[in-house]
C-alpha cells in the first residue's frame, strides 16, 4: 500500500472539500440498514487504574451508507461513554473557513511552475487526467503536488462511493451532538494542514504520482482497503498500509504515524489516570494498528487492553 493513500485516509481536512449531502446520506444508509451486516469494527477497550476506561475505535474517514448500522459492540461503547475524542474536533470538521485555509496553505508563492517541478512523465499523466475529467489545467499550475495529489485520490474514491460525509467520525460527531455529549480533538486543523505542507519536494512529487497511478490501476487499493476495513482486518491493514511506508519512507513515517500517536499518550493517559468515565476516541485505523500504534503503547505503559470484537474468533481477538 503507498504512503500517499495512507496521507489520504489519515487526513481529515482534505475530504472537506469534497462534503455532500448529510440527509440524502442519512436516507440512503436507512435503506442499507434493512439489508447490510455491519463491519467488523476495529474496537479496543483500555482500563485505567481507577476505573476510568478509553474505547478506541479505528475509523475510515470516507465510507459507504451501506457501511451502516455499526456493529452493537460500536453502539455500546457509545452508550458506555461519557463523552468523544476525535483526531479535530468537530468545530473544525465544520468550520466553513477550513477549505479556504487549505487552499491557501497549497498555493504556490515560489514563482515556480507546477510544470518546472515534475517530471515529463507525471506531467503528461497529469495533462491526461485533466482532460479526461474535465478539469481545467491553469487552476492546478498554481497549486502544490501535496494538494493536487490528495484532490485526485480523494475524488477517485468517491466515484467508487466512498464519501466524507458518511465517514465514521462524522457519523459518530452526529450522533454525540444529538445526544448531548461532549467532543473534542487530539489536534487541530491547522496541525494537520501543516504536517500535509510540511512534506518535503520530493514527497509531494510522489504522492502526486502515486495517486495518479492508483488510477490507471483502477483504484483496487482503495477498494481493498476498505473491504479489510469492514473485515476487521487488522492485520492486512498494518501490512499492506503502513509496514510498507514505515520501510520505504521511514521519514514519513515517522513525522505522520509516530510522532502524531506519541503526542496523544499524554491526554489519553489523562483521561485514564483521572478516573472520571469513559470516553469513545475515534481516530485513523492505522493509528492504532503495529508496535508503533496506539494500542500497544498504552499496553507497554502498563494498562489492560482487550479487543471487543463479538464478531472476531478467539485468536483475533
Not at 449531502?21 to 434493512?34: D, F, I, N, T, W
Not at 459492540?73 to 461519557?82: C, L, N, P, T
Not at 497529469?126 to 487552476?139: I, S, T, V
Request: some cysteine; charged content about 25%.
Amino acid at each position: 500500500m503507498s504512503w500517499m493513500m495512507r496521507a489520504t485516509t489519515l487526513m481529515l481536512g482534505a475530504v472537506m472539500l469534497l462534503g455532500g449531502s448529510a440527509s440524502a446520506l442519512a436516507r440512503q444508509a436507512e435503506a442499507a440498514a434493512k439489508k447490510n451486516t455491519p463491519p467488523v469494527p476495529l474496537l479496543w477497550k483500555v482500563s485505567g487504574p481507577k476505573g476510568a476506561q478509553l474505547y478506541l475505535l479505528g475509523s475510515f474517514h470516507l465510507l459507504k451508507p451501506d457501511d451502516y448500522p455499526l456493529s452493537t459492540d460500536v453502539d455500546k461503547a457509545f452508550e458506555a461513554s461519557s463523552s468523544l475524542l476525535f483526531e479535530l474536533p468537530p468545530e473544525d470538521m465544520n468550520s466553513p473557513e477550513l477549505a479556504t485555509k487549505m487552499l491557501q496553505a497549497a498555493s504556490r508563492r515560489d514563482g515556480r511552475q507546477l510544470k518546472d517541478e515534475l517530471d515529463a512523465e507525471t506531467w503528461k499523466r497529469l495533462q491526461d487526467y485533466a482532460a479526461a475529467n474535465n478539469m481545467p489545467l491553469e487552476r492546478l499550475v498554481g497549486l502544490k503536488p501535496w494538494f493536487i495529489g490528495l484532490t485526485i485520490s480523494i475524488s477517485q474514491m468517491t466515484r467508487q462511493g466512498l464519501d466524507p460525509q458518511a465517514g465514521l467520525d462524522r457519523h459518530l460527531m452526529t450522533r454525540a451532538a444529538a445526544a448531548g455529549k461532549p467532543a473534542t480533538g487530539l489536534e487541530t486543523a491547522a496541525s494537520q494542514i501543516s504536517m500535509l505542507d510540511g512534506m518535503s519536494a520530493d514527497e509531494q512529487r510522489q504522492l502526486l504520482r502515486e495517486a495518479l497511478e492508483q488510477v490507471d490501476k483502477g483504484d483496487e487499493q482503495s477498494r481493498q482497503l476498505h473491504a479489510a476495513w469492514r473485515r476487521g482486518d487488522d492485520v492486512l491493514l498494518w501490512r499492506e498500509m503502513a509496514a510498507q511506508m514505515k520501510r520505504e519512507y521511514p521519514g514519513l513515517y515517522q513525522r505522520i504515524n509516530v510522532e502524531r500517536n506519541d503526542a496523544w499518550l499524554a491526554p489519553l493517559q489523562q483521561r485514564l489516570q483521572a478516573g472520571q468515565g469513559s470516553t469513545l476516541v475515534v481516530v485513523g485505523a492505522l493509528h492504532l494498528l503495529g508496535s508503533d500504534g496506539v494500542v500497544e503503547k498504552l499496553r507497554a505503559r502498563g494498562y489492560a487492553v482487550e479487543r471487543i470484537c463479538s464478531a472476531c474468533t478467539p485468536e483475533r481477538r
